[in-house]
């Protein structure tokens, strides 16, 4: 049972990049538009199915990428099951929220063309940034949830040994994947201005799947 979850956790999280790609990458003209850098100027310019498609791929891969992140945790439940039931909550928690948090991105710049087509560019403006600021804190937070908090933990078991896995597994998580997409972006080449780093926490999450396969 574990190797079929973590399998569909490794599919998963390739879905999930799939739709962060379709979302996020912009090309290099793009430029970060508005008082607090929430919108594109390349939306107006993006396929509407990209959008569409991004959001149907995420409802199936939210759900795929978090049996990876199980079948780890059923690796370490007959050691330490208060640790593995914890962090399955805390990661399926936020994983609901990973959701929600994707289908607010997708709706943003339908929102966002849809006003600009009508009216001025200042009314798309203000209204994007008010549903950014309303929907703060529950992003941030089940952000944190789905994606740090359970890397953080990973790191640390695998270090202490309470997840039998190599010593260079430490990397296998969606944090160190995250922190190299920026290293990627940060280079200023207009190949990396937007993958890996749109699409590096999905590929994270995936590994999570990988992980659970070295542990078997």
């Not at 003209?29 to 791929?57: C, P, Q, T, Y």
């Not at 296998?172 to 994947?177: A, Q, S």
Request: net charge neutral.
């Amino acid at each position: 049972m574990n190797t079929i979850l973590a399998a569909i956790g490794i599919i998963g999280g390739l879905l999930c990049a799939t739709a962060d790609l379709l979302l996020d990458l912009k090309g290099p003209k793009n430029k970060k538009l508005g008082k607090m850098g929430v919108i594109d100027s390349e939306w107006k310019n993006m396929a509407h199915w990209r959008f569409v498609w991004s959001d149907i791929l995420a409802m199936f891969a939210v759900p795929m990428y978090s049996c990876g992140f199980i079948a780890l945790m059923m690796t370490l439940h007959d050691e330490h099951p208060v640790i593995a039931t914890t962090l399955s909550v805390i990661f399926l928690i936020g994983a609901m929220g990973g959701f929600m948090i994707h289908t607010f991105l997708c709706q943003q710049p339908t929102i966002y063309r849809k006003i600009i087509a009508k009216a001025d560019g200042m009314l798309a403006e203000d209204v994007i940034q008010s549903a950014f600021r309303q929907i703060y804190v529950p992003f941030f937070t089940l952000y944190s949830m789905l994606v740090i908090i359970p890397a953080i933990a990973v790191i640390v078991l695998i270090i202490m040994g309470f997840i039998h896995a190599p010593i260079w597994c430490v990397i296998l998580n969606p944090v160190v994947f995250q922190l190299v997409g920026f290293l990627f972006r940060a280079t200023k080449l207009d190949i990396f201005i937007d993958a890996p780093s749109c699409c590096a926490a999905s590929l994270g999450l995936a590994s999570y799947g990988l992980l659970a396969l070295l542990c078997l």
